[in-house]
């Protein structure tokens, strides 16, 4: 196996990393060595640093299906289950609830700037929504599109039961992915990012362990160099000369 074929053993890396290493071997060099490093150290076990990537690639906000497919099957390799990785999937779609977090608030600040006023809804019963407060995972930043829609919001909170009360990753792991989902490149959710912080801290996470998953949001950055090292390829090679 050669050189370059090890190096995207582990990592967030493809096989671009082999043509890079042929353009520029010394920048491909330190980069393969900064980007392995999470998977390298320890300080996060293997099984959990690939379920981080595989929610990383498979996140809403991100989509993408070449990493996706490195990561799961590294994660099965490494001792995942199936019940682990369609956790991490569920997390991934959900996520996009933050549209809400964010819009709704807004929404009624200028509503309320504008004298406009949202039709009166009838009572109805919220048993998701009740559910998610009495396992204390109620975030004050679902009250303002619980307050405009709570019939929706509780059909959403029934999705979010299920991943919250299921049990399949410790509360610890949960935080972790957490983090990594709010602070990744592709979403920079602040509130999201400070309330799992603070929840990782208090289900026992170190502050290594918090800035391992830090390190994994940015070492996908290289998925950059893996999507379009091979179409510069490609493109390079239609544009040469016949021989």
């Keep these: 196996m050669s050189t370059q074929t090890k190096r995207t053993e582990c990592g967030p890396w493809d096989i671009a990393l ?16 900064m980007t392995s490093n999470p ?10 640093v690939e379920l981080i990537g595989v929610g990383l690639n498979a996140a809403c906000t991100n989509l993408n299906p070449d990493g996706t497919r490195r990561h799961i099957r590294r994660a099965l390799e490494a ?24 819009g709704a608030p807004i929404l009624l600040e200028e509503a309320k ?45 029934a999705t979010g039961v299920g991943v919250y009360a299921s049990g399949v990753l410790p509360a610890k792991e949960v935080e972790l992915l957490s983090i990594a989902l709010d602070a ?46 091979p179409i510069l390829a490609d493109e390079l090679a239609r544009r040469a000369p016949a021989r």
């Design 39 to 48: 998977w390298r150290n320890g300080v996060l076990p293997r099984r959990l």
């Design 113 to 157: 700037t504008a004298g406009a006023r949202a039709a009166t809804k009838p009572a109805a019963p919220t048993p998701a929504c009740d559910k998610m407060k009495s396992l204390g995972q109620w975030n004050a930043a679902w009250d303002p599109f619980y307050a405009l829609d709570p019939v929706w919001t509780d059909e959403f909170m």
């Design 184 to 229: 990744s490149y592709t979403h920079m959710y602040a509130p999201g990012t400070r309330r799992h912080i603070h929840n990782a801290l208090a289900a026992g996470a170190t502050i290594e362990e918090i800035m391992e998953v830090l390190k994994l949001c940015v070492v996908q950055g290289v998925q950059a160099c893996n999507l379009g090292v």
């Design 18 to 33: 082999e043509q890079m290493h042929e353009w520029d071997p010394q920048w491909a060099d330190a980069c393969a060595r």
């Design 79 to 102: 001792g995942a289950t199936k019940e682990e990785i369609l956790f991490v999937l569920k997390c991934g779609a959900l996520m996009a609830i933050h549209s809400c977090s964010l």
